[in-house]
């Protein structure tokens, strides 16, 4: 079984940077990816970004293209967001997951199989 733990979250004034991190246990191998999202009060969780385990290949929503970077730690099961120049619509609860296999919708949830318990960012104007 694997487990997930955010951390880095916190509250910050717009234009700032924060990284989180994503903590796996237990192994996460066989693994495709890991991604982050992110859920706004009263919205539905929304995809973020997400990297592949082995060849470290990326893909970004456009909301947060050239301002957030996600990267991993395969020797820690480790993976990071850095977020620079955020902005108060960044705020939101922000999950990491696992993929277990390749799937083409990497934006959908359903394509993931682990989550973590999210760690909590705010942005203030």
């Known amino acids: 079984q694997v487990r997930l733990v955010e951390s880095g979250g916190g509250l910050v004034q717009a234009g700032a940077s924060l990284r989180l991190s994503c903590a796996a246990s237990g192994s996460i191998l066989p693994a495709y990816a890991m991604g982050w999202f992110r859920q706004a009060p009263g919205k539905e969780r929304e995809f973020v970004a997400v990297?592949?385990?082995?060849?470290?290949?990326?893909v970004y929503a456009d909301s947060v293209k050239g301002r957030f970077t996600i990267s991993r730690e395969n020797a820690k099961n480790t993976v990071y967001l850095q977020m620079n120049s955020l902005k108060p619509e960044d705020t939101a609860v922000y999950y990491c997951?696992?993929?277990?296999?390749?799937?083409?919708?990497?934006?959908?949830?359903?394509?993931?199989?682990?989550w973590g318990q999210g760690t909590q960012v705010t942005v203030s104007s």
């Open positions: 990297i592949t385990w082995s060849g470290g290949s990326t």
């Open positions: 997951a696992v993929q277990r296999v390749h799937s083409i919708a990497v934006v959908s949830t359903e394509s993931y199989n682990y």
